[in-house]
């Protein structure tokens, strides 16, 4: 394998740059790295200087924010309320050496934060909860994706983010529940009872309820997924994902590991349905104490790309300066498959490594000068400068949320039926959500049933390519309407708490359409929405459907800020 990287290195030349990897770093929120424009300047000169070209800056850690969000409170470390991620990617993007900028956002884990706006604090229901009602699992207070609210809310959260700047990925990290007795929030406990005609509370290792919550995050992810290729299909969508424990051999043994059985995150399924562009494991081993480990999972995680891309995450801080090193020559060998990953993320930014003597050192200049110059510690990895690898292929995508009409309540567990060059089947998610991806060009009929609604179908011609359709189906219980609804509104500005300015999808003329006060989330240009009319009350209800994107001007002229 070494050669076989000379190799590669002697085709290089100043114009021309014939290898393809990323070479980043994950760049944590609690520490120093861009909180000020100092620290950003310092991050991305060492950034460049050892060569890398990417970067994954957590930019929400605790539900809170290090931009301006729509629905978070800003960081309690942001006093002045400093934008780091417009400052961040106005210079990661310029220069003759440009640095790609992922928002790393925690998704479940948001505990932590005292601000009257943080989501804890608005919705403490949306809480995970033990089977013993415990709200700390050892790690983070977590809101549970079994929650409509909860799923809602970080939903919009991701999108927010690719809406308004200019990031070249968004990225999960804890998209996951706290552990095998974690996820029994009562609201999505009663969806899985409603669904499944049971009472009182399963337990933790019942086989149904293991599917339902590990379905709840997937779910979160699809939904996130979907949204984001119908806003900015070049967005990459990542995730940090879990490899604790020994690496599985097949998949017998994959569906015995951590990830899949106690934390619910079937991140092998993501990337076998297309849910990720980049998966980044988190092979978090000292070559020391668990090479083994490390190996297994470099193995496992390659031979399961199903043609998306592998960024794999070595965990600097545990080992020293030539261990990494060696880490970064396994990740570029191929697997006895054949696969090849497509990169490596260090972990971290901050804690660079630790010396022989075990003893750990943060930002170390040593570290960074060492990926990219001679050193003590080696032929350096990164001699070379590379381009980012290209985004995975395009995907074709069928989404759509199923509502009653007129009430626009999500109908849960309807049953999707796609037919066509290919067939396949879903339920509708704990807000009435639905997509297929990665789908085959040629006409296709959507059919969407659930007892006590009439049937709707939709055909859809899908070509190669990303391409997005919606088919947002509104359903009357029983066939007939009380009210009326439709859909494809586009909020043109939200005129203070209780109104809106809609687009009307059949005159094309602006319409002020006024909104019950008690929703829970607050609209914003480029939304599109559904409009139902409720017989006997003056405010209609209004539900979200799709997004566009928009500049930060507008949203600053909308009132948002």
């Known amino acids: 394998m070494r050669f076989v990287w000379i190799v590669c290195l002697l085709a290089l030349t100043p114009a021309s740059v014939s290898c393809q990897e990323y070479r980043a770093f994950w760049a944590d929120g609690f520490s120093a790295g861009f909180r000020s424009a100092q620290e950003t300047d310092t991050l991305l000169r060492r950034l460049r200087e050892a060569n890398c070209n990417g970067v994954w800056a957590q930019m929400r850690k605790r539900g809170d924010a290090q931009y301006k969000s729509t629905y978070d409170p800003w960081a309690r470390e942001n006093p002045d309320h400093w934008d780091a991620l417009k400052y961040l990617l106005d210079n990661a993007h310029a220069g003759p050496q440009p640095i790609k900028v992922h928002a790393w956002l925690n998704t479940c884990a948001v505990g932590g934060d005292k601000d009257p706006g943080h989501i804890l604090n608005r919705h403490p229901d949306y809480i995970s909860l033990s089977d013993k009602g415990e709200t700390y699992d050892n790690e983070a207070r977590k809101i549970d994706p079994g929650s409509p609210g909860a799923n809602d809310w970080t939903f919009r959260v991701y999108l927010d983010v690719m809406r308004h700047y200019d990031v070249d990925g968004i990225h999960f990290d804890f998209v996951r529940y706290g552990g095998s007795h974690w996820g029994y929030n009562p609201v999505s406990l009663a969806w899985f009872n409603a669904l499944n005609n049971r009472i009182g509370a399963p337990a933790f290792d019942d086989p149904a309820y293991q599917q339902w919550r590990r379905d709840n995050v997937t779910n979160l992810v699809r939904k996130v997924y979907a949204h984001a290729k119908a806003v900015r299909p070049s967005v990459e969508v990542s995730a940090a994902t879990i490899t604790w424990g020994d690496g599985p051999a097949d998949l017998e043994q994959w569906q015995r590991s951590s990830a899949y059985r106690t ?299």
């Open 263 to 561: 934390v619910y995150q079937d991140w092998r399924g993501w990337m076998e349905e297309g849910l990720l562009d980049i998966n980044c494991p988190m092979m978090y081993f000292s070559n020391k104490a668990h090479r083994d480990y490390w190996l297994h999972w470099n193995e496992f995680a390659k031979d399961h790309k199903y043609n998306r891309q592998l960024v794999v995450g070595a965990g600097i801080w545990l080992n020293t300066i030539p261990a990494t090193f060696e880490q970064i020559a396994d990740v570029r060998k191929p697997s006895n498959n054949g696969k090849k990953a497509d990169g490596v993320l260090l972990y971290s930014y901050g804690g660079t490594n630790t010396t022989q003597a075990g003893r750990a050192q943060e930002y170390n200049e040593e570290f960074y000068r060492a990926l990219a110059k001679p050193s003590g510690a080696g032929e350096p990895p990164f001699a070379r400068s590379a381009a980012a690898p290209p985004q995975a292929s395009a995907q074709a995508i069928v989404k759509g949320f199923v509502l009653s009409d007129p009430w626009l309540a999500p109908i849960v567990g309807a049953e999707v039926t796609l037919s066509g060059p290919a067939s396949r089947t879903a339920r509708t998610d704990i807000t009435g959500f639905y997509a297929f991806v990665g789908l085959l060009p040629g006409r296709y009929t959507v059919h969407i049933a659930r007892p006590g609604f009439p049937v709707a179908t939709r055909q859809i011609r899908v070509s190669s390519g990303w391409q997005v359709h919606s088919f947002n189906a509104l359903l009357a219980y029983g066939g007939k309407s009380r009210g009326e609804a439709s859909d494809g509104w586009e909020v043109l500005r939200v005129e203070g708490p209780s109104a809106l300015a809609l687009r009307n999808p059949h005159t094309g003329k602006a319409q002020r359409v006024a909104i019950r006060p008690d929703f829970p989330l607050p609209f914003q240009p480029g939304d599109i929405v559904a409009v139902g009319k409720l017989p006997g009350l003056s405010q209609p209800s209004v539900r979200l459907t799709g997004m566009r994107a928009v500049s930060r001007e507008q949203a600053r002229g909308s009132g948002r800020h």
